[in-house]
């Protein structure tokens, strides 16, 4: 499978922990997004990554919120002291390109709940 | 504030006749408009796109009509098919800012046989 994967699927958690998603992205895609999808919402755009650079993050994103992506390849978010609000479906999207003008694919989410 | 707007929760049509679902946006900065397809468990997958440039985009099955000057933009398909039956996004760019999708909440289609 050449998609975009991430891991975990599913994550049940309680209230205060720490959590770690994973995404990697299609292989030769230089741009790397993340997008956080409520119920009944559209996805909301969080972060973005051009290769290692991390170029744009959202309002959404606080700073118990963290994206990495070392290597230019697979990233991950890390949720610190996490709060029923952050129960959603966390999304990854990758894209080629230097111009932003190409199409993203995503992967399958990662479904977060915070109990 | 919803910079794109999907009014219409959910639709529902007859197998073989046309659907058509409706976007609205505000933000005149967007200059590039996306429909991505979404089943249950899965991500959104990319269904067509149209440029500001262009008024019609047609692919297969699939026609996006855009209306700049009363910015609504619309997605056809024709005929609807079963296997349609999904969540549809609209979503909405503008070159200037990296690239990231602003989505609206989604229109649920239901094709009934």
């Known amino acids: 499978d050449t998609g975009v994967s991430q891991n975990p699927r599913h994550k049940i958690t309680k209230r205060g922990q720490n959590v770690t998603f994973r995404c990697d992205p299609i292989?030769?895609?230089?741009?790397l997004y993340w997008y956080r999808q409520t119920l009944g919402q559209g996805p909301e755009f969080l972060t973005y990554?051009?290769?290692?650079?991390?170029?744009?993050k959202s309002r959404l994103l606080s700073d118990r919120f963290s994206a990495e992506r070392p290597k230019g390849s697979f990233s991950t978010l890390e949720i610190q002291r996490t709060e029923q609000g952050d129960s959603a479906m966390y999304l990854c999207?990758?894209?080629?390109?230097?111009?932003?003008?190409?199409?993203?694919?995503f992967g399958p989410g990662t479904r977060l709940t915070v109990l | 504030d919803q910079q794109v707007k999907q009014n219409s929760p959910s639709l529902s049509v007859q197998e073989g006749r046309i659907s058509i679902l409706n976007c609205d946006y505000t933000?005149?900065?967007?200059?590039?408009f996306l429909w991505y397809k979404k089943y249950p468990a899965e991500g959104p997958t990319f269904l067509i796109s149209?440029?500001?440039?262009?008024d019609k985009n047609e692919d297969g099955r699939f026609t996006v009509f855009l209306n700049k000057s009363a910015k609504h933009l619309s997605l056809h398909i024709v005929p609807s098919q079963p296997g349609d039956s999904a969540v549809y996004f609209c979503?909405?760019?503008?070159?200037?800012?990296?690239?990231?999708?602003?989505f609206g909440k989604g229109i649920t289609l239901s094709v009934r046989p």
């Open positions: 999207a990758s894209s080629l390109g230097t111009s932003g003008l190409n199409e993203q694919f």
């Open positions: 292989s030769e895609h230089n741009r």
């Open positions: 990554f051009q290769n290692e650079a991390q170029l744009e």
């Open positions: 933000n005149s900065m967007f200059d590039y």
């Open positions: 149209i440029s500001s440039i262009k």
């Open positions: 979503a909405a760019r503008s070159t200037g800012a990296n690239s990231k999708l602003t």
